[in-house]
T-cell receptor, first 115, second 116 residues
């Protein structure tokens, strides 16, 4: 069985602060994929990043960075110099190896950036 | 732009009155998914189509049905909506790696269903 835990239900930070969203996962698959999605108030889920289980390289994309640590089953997401437009619910998700399976989502972290 | 489109964005129905939600895609993806997302919860997969093959999740109620008449369109039918079916319904698509795609799913904007 797969499980994703996002222990932080809500986070508020002042604009320009850095913030890290935590994600811990459980799976029995040896090959799996991890994702982060952003859900703004409009409701659409916006894909941010995919990481496969064999690639533990950290990734940076602009103000966003991701830290994947297989040893601790964690896939954390950091936003540096946060902006008001970053306010949203962020979901971490997990899938198996085949690409036509369900995404198992965490419960999400609601991030509020205070101007 | 290639995209996933859901109509309508907001749907109001009456208790017990059948309702159909629509999803279309211009991405030519093989797989189409329907997720239900209740307020302040994570999306939960109801079922998906891999081409014409229908895959139902074990805990999806019989009240929920789906049709995929062609590659581009997929419908979600709720035969007798109850108050507990009020939710956001999200359609997603992807091509699995074996079809030359990748594993991330691309979501439409969702249809928010209200049941009176």
């Amino acid at each position: 069985a797969q499980k994703v835990t996002q222990a932080q239900t809500e986070i508020s930070v002042v604009e320009k602060e850095d913030v890290t969203l935590d994600c811990v996962y459980e799976t029995r698959d040896t090959t799996y994929y991890l994702f982060w999605y952003k859900q703004p108030p409009s409701g659409e889920l916006v894909f941010l990043i995919r990481r496969n289980s064999f690639d533990e390289q950290n990734e940076i994309s602009g103000r966003y960075s991701w830290n994947f640590q297989k040893s601790t089953s964690s896939f954390n997401f950091t936003i540096t110099a946060s902006q008001v437009v970053d306010s949203a619910v962020y979901f971490c998700a997990l899938s198996g190896p085949f690409g036509n399976e369900k995404l198992t989502f965490g419960t999400g972290t609601r991030l509020t950036i205070i101007p | 732009d290639a995209m996933v489109i859901q109509n309508p964005r907001y749907q109001v129905t009456q208790f017990g009155k059948p309702v159909t939600l629509s999803c279309s895609q211009t991405l030519n993806h093989n797989v189409m998914y329907w997720y239900q997302q209740k307020s302040s919860q994570a999306p939960k997969l109801l079922f998906h189509y891999y081409d014409k093959d229908f895959n139902n999740e074990a805990d999806t109620p019989d009240n929920f049905q789906s049709r995929r008449p062609n590659t581009s369109f997929c419908f979600l039918d709720i035969r007798s909506p109850g108050l507990g079916d009020a939710a956001m319904y999200l359609c997603a698509t992807n091509n699995p790696p074996e079809k030359g795609g990748s594993t991330e799913q691309f979501f439409g904007p969702g249809t928010r269903l209200t049941v009176l």
